[in-house]
């Protein structure tokens, strides 16, 4: 199948991924280090990471194939998780008990930026992380469609990434 779009007449596949479960060792992996708690905002927010295994295997057959021309696929992890059901997965292949402490979001906005990050990102970010609290995770099973086999859950990313959080 050939689709052609725009006036650009060019083929495309355009992977949506949502959150990646690398964000985790960005996020936590310095507070992991120094101790047994996390600390953020909106412990309750959830979100169904992708393993980067995943994408890239994803990534790899829309390189390599015609099988995703003209899509745009939604790839998700196969499981909501709360941030706090995270940093738990996180301790246990570490064999720590791990916890996230809440954090007003005004804390967390200020760390964020001073640390670098723009305030017209992270303002939308934490709105949307709010926005998440209470709620379960939208999931898709694109990765599952696509390669034949079931995504990779957090928990198993986590094990198979003990290193990045010792």
Do not use: N
């Amino acid at each position: 199948m050939i689709m052609v779009t725009g006036a650009s007449g060019m083929e495309h596949v355009i992977l949506r991924p949502h959150m990646f479960a690398t964000s985790a060792v960005i996020l936590w992996s310095a507070q992991i280090r120094a101790g047994d708690v996390v600390r953020g905002p909106y412990p309750r927010a959830a979100q169904a990471p992708i393993d980067p295994q995943d994408l890239a295997e994803v990534a790899a057959r829309a390189l390599l194939t015609d099988d995703l021309l003209g899509r745009e696929p939604q790839l998700t992890g196969p499981e909501s998780l709360t941030l706090e059901e995270m940093v738990i997965a996180i301790g246990e292949p570490l064999g720590r008990p791990l916890r996230y402490e809440e954090v007003p979001p005004q804390d967390a906005f200020e760390v964020m930026t001073a640390f670098g990050y723009p305030e017209e990102l992270v303002a939308p970010f934490l709105g949307f992380m709010a926005g998440s609290v209470g709620r379960k995770a939208f999931t898709s099973d694109e990765v599952e469609r696509i390669l034949g086999r079931p995504a990779r859950t957090f928990p198993t990313w986590a094990a198979d990434h003990t290193e990045s959080f010792r």
